[in-house]
């Protein structure tokens, strides 16, 4: 596609349900990030993938977060029993290999857990 | 940590000022981004300088990257209101991971 997109652009959801947000990159990126913000913060690293290599999970902020990158291309960032502190935007970026040339970012997905 | 950290965490200027952002960050890299954020959605890339750069020119945006102080500015000359918006630098480390960290980002608001 044009650029990177993300689904759903607004989630709201229960305490304790469980959500998926997804990621479709550029084609061809091989890089593909997750970072969370909140209102008004800066990006907190998640997760990044890089090919075929393992994932770089050092950012998943505990065992309710997962991702997963199929095929080297979509991506879904899944978010289990939510807790309200999960409210955020979730944004995912690609570039063509990791650290560089660039980043490029999706709209994000709002994430609202009530 | 790699994390870079801005600063001022706000700026308001008139229109047709200079603005200029810093960003401090802690290990050897590869390189420094510089990204701008509208709105708290998607970040659109500006800029990027590599560590054997020292200077680097873009229409209106200059960047400065000082290595042995491990810090870079970022300034927009005559500045409009559409460059309201929150600028943020990010930088992937020469060693070990090379995902993108970034800061915390710095506020910058024009006043018509």
């Known amino acids: 596609g044009a650029g990177v997109s993300q689904s759903p652009s607004n989630k709201v959801t229960e305490k304790g349900k469980d959500v998926e947000l997804r990621c479709d990159p550029i084609s061809g990126h091989t890089a593909l990030y997750w970072y969370r913000q909140s209102l008004g913060q800066g990006l907190e690293f998640l997760i990044y993938?890089?090919?075929?290599?393992?994932?770089?999970k050092s950012g998943l902020p505990s065992d309710r977060f997962s991702a997963e990158r199929t095929g080297g291309s979509v991506s879904t960032l899944t978010i289990q029993r939510t807790q309200q502190e999960d409210s955020a935007v979730y944004l995912c970026?690609?570039?063509?290999?990791?650290?560089?040339?660039?980043?490029?970012f999706g709209q994000g997905t709002r994430l609202t857990v009530v | 940590s790699q994390q870079g950290e801005e600063d001022p965490q706000a700026l308001s200027i008139q229109e047709g000022e200079n603005a200029t952002m810093n960003c401090s960050y802690k290990?050897?890299?590869?390189?420094l981004q510089w990204y701008r954020q509208n709105s708290g959605r998607g970040l659109v890339h500006l800029i990027l300088?590599?560590?054997?750069?020292r200077e680097k020119h873009s229409g209106r945006l200059r960047v400065t990257l000082d290595t042995s102080k491990k810090s870079s500015s970022l300034l927009i000359t005559a500045s409009r209101a559409a460059d309201t918006a929150s600028y943020f630098c990010a930088t992937d480390a020469l060693q070990g991971a090379q995902k993108l960290v970034f800061g915390q980002g710095t506020r910058l608001t024009i006043n018509p």
């Open positions: 290990t050897s890299i590869n390189n």
């Open positions: 970026a690609s570039s063509l290999w990791m650290g560089g040339p660039e980043a490029f």
């Open positions: 300088i590599r560590s054997n750069e």
């Open positions: 993938f890089q090919g075929n290599s393992a994932p770089d």
